[in-house]
């Protein structure tokens, strides 16, 4: 009786944390999981439990219940219209929503955008998301510095001289690779200054970005990034004025976008601001950047 007292309160506590990790917009759910658990919570006190059966009756129910709150996960994390996640699609969806909420970024909002968003003119998928202007449409590109010594590519607190840096910026714009590492050379001061052959910035394999970031291609977001990556912000986006100051951006999975307020973002991260890109060709319109 005792053994089973206390698995039902550990299944209690970890539904119960399942449910705390949801966000406010899906308080329904949230209301319907807790008014069953309070219900269960009320049976067990009000009636001791004192058969094999009725133990049995209750570990059926429990495991109804936890079966209920994975497909009401499930319809929260992924809309009906498209197959559900794998279970590593899963995984990179939770970490980026879970960064967001422990971020408390209020202006944050989640957005799925249909299969062909990326076959669309930026024109497009500004008004599926709802921007105001194509400037608000960003992403997230890893960049490694291939001349960075082995000694420090093992290991390095000094942001002013990364192995990786992970880019936001427009996609309205370009990384401009000279612009880049100069700004990052600029630095340290001129006395310590490193010598330019010691930067050599690319855009980083794809293993390297998995590795680092978690996310798949076009999946690509700050929040919830497996390793520490020195973040730059492109400065167009803090200046332009046509940004509305809220930028979309990968959301942990290629369907998935989340939106920010720039001021928040930056109160977040504390990014380094450097001016690190051009304006794009039109021609480019249809890149396959990672997001």
Request: glycine share 4%.
């Amino acid at each position: 009786k005792g053994t089973k007292n206390n698995n039902l309160q550990m299944t209690m506590t970890a539904i119960s944390s399942s449910v705390d990790k949801l966000f406010q917009d899906e308080a329904l759910v949230a209301i319907k999981c807790y008014s069953v658990l309070s219900y269960l919570t009320t049976k067990q006190q009000s009636k001791p439990i004192s058969s094999s059966s009725e133990n049995l009756d209750l570990d059926k129910c429990l495991e109804t219940v936890s079966n209920e709150i994975q497909k009401l996960e499930n319809a929260i994390l992924c809309p009906s219209t498209m197959p559900a996640p794998s279970d590593s699609e899963r995984e990179q969806i939770l970490r980026a929503r879970n960064a967001v909420l422990k971020s408390n970024i209020y202006s944050s909002v989640f957005k799925w955008v249909p299969q062909e968003y990326y076959s669309f003119p930026l024109s497009k998928r500004a008004h599926i998301l709802g921007a105001h202007s194509t400037f608000q449409l960003c992403k997230s590109m890893l960049m490694e510095n291939k001349a960075v010594e082995p000694v420090i590519r093992g290991g390095s607190n000094d942001d002013s001289y990364s192995p990786f840096y992970l880019v936001v910026l427009q996609y309205e714009a370009v990384i401009d690779i000279k612009k880049l590492q100069s700004e990052i050379r600029a630095l340290k001061p001129i006395k310590s200054r490193l010598e330019p052959s010691k930067f050599d910035l690319r855009l980083a394999v794809e293993e390297d970005n998995d590795r680092l970031t978690g996310y798949s291609h076009n999946a690509v977001t700050p929040f919830g990034l497996l390793k520490k990556v020195p973040i730059i912000l492109a400065k167009d986006i803090v200046t332009n004025m046509d940004m509305a100051q809220f930028i979309w951006m990968g959301g942990g999975h290629k369907r998935l976008k989340v939106g920010v307020a720039v001021k928040e973002f930056i109160n977040f991260f504390n990014p380094m601001v450097l001016d690190v890109t051009s304006a794009r060709n039109s021609s480019c319109d249809n890149d396959k950047d990672f997001d």
